[in-house]
């Protein structure tokens, strides 16, 4: 299945040729690579190679590997929680600016709730509404922030797109500190928790009558509502830019 590997650099080679087969389907989900000992002879590589490649492998969400067994790692069913974790990491390493994260929260939130309102069934309608029921239920910021955040998580599932599911969930988590800001223990913080809630039941009956149009523009306008705050005049323009004319004029003076 595997061939011998050059030295240099070989880990790179052993990730590479697993990657592969994995994703050539010689491997599904569920299946079990090779043993440890049996990499090493079939890489022609170093124990210590061999479980470098499988460290990188397992941050990837490729496979799992279980300390002391017998069997190679587990194939994963899927590389999503790996990816999620590389491009959350990606968010924090490469400095991105706040501003940056929410007007791809607007571009993909309206993109998402449109999609929703056209494709969405009675069982998430129920979940979305629990989320709100959740979010006017919650004690803290904190409980506030993540029922928000179950809100979106839902509308993303019913929308149906799983690279919206998959990229904006990193986005959402990186923006969730600003939720909680937003509705934390300050002066207007219980106001703007009221109209989060408000916000969202008008989102929720435009999907739910499949009113895509409304759905998406009010995805926008939510978001800059809530993010706007933060940021300063020039960083609001850039947002503004992406509401309907009505909406950004009102805005921009």
Do not use: W
Not at 101 to 110: D, E, H, N, P
Not at 161 to 173: A, K, T
Not at 174 to 180: C, F, G, P
Not at 205 to 223: E, H, N, V, Y
């Amino acid at each position: 299945m595997f061939t011998p590997v050059d030295k240099k650099r070989a880990f790179e080679a052993v990730v590479q040729q697993i990657e592969s087969a994995i994703y050539a389907g010689e491997y599904a989900p569920g299946d079990f690579l090779p043993p440890e000992r049996t990499l090493v002879e079939d890489f022609g590589v170093g124990r210590s190679t061999v479980r470098e490649a499988l460290r990188i492998l397992e941050s990837m969400g490729l496979v799992r590997t279980s300390p002391g067994s017998r069997s190679g790692p587990e194939v994963c069913g899927s590389v999503t929680p790996g990816l999620t974790r590389m491009l959350r990491g990606a968010v924090r390493m490469e400095e991105i600016p706040v501003v940056d994260l929410v007007q791809y929260r607007i571009i993909a939130g309206a993109a998402a709730n449109r999609l929703a309102a056209h494709l969405r069934t009675d069982e998430h309608l129920a979940r979305m509404e629990a989320a709100i029921e959740a979010m006017e239920a919650a004690t803290d910021a904190a409980t506030f922030a993540a029922a928000d955040d179950g809100f979106h998580v839902v509308v993303r599932e019913a929308a149906g797109n799983r690279v919206l599911g998959m990229v904006g969930g990193v986005i959402q988590d990186a923006t969730l500190d600003l939720v909680a800001g937003a509705v934390g223990p300050t002066a207007g913080a219980s106001r703007m928790r009221r109209e989060f809630i408000a916000d969202h039941r008008r989102i929720l009956a435009a999907i739910a009558a499949r009113d895509g149009d409304t759905a998406a523009r009010l995805a926008s306008q939510t978001l800059y509502d809530a993010y706007s705050g933060a940021l300063d005049e020039e960083q609001r323009h850039r947002l503004a830019v992406l509401l309907e004319p009505d909406a950004r004029d009102s805005r921009d003076h």
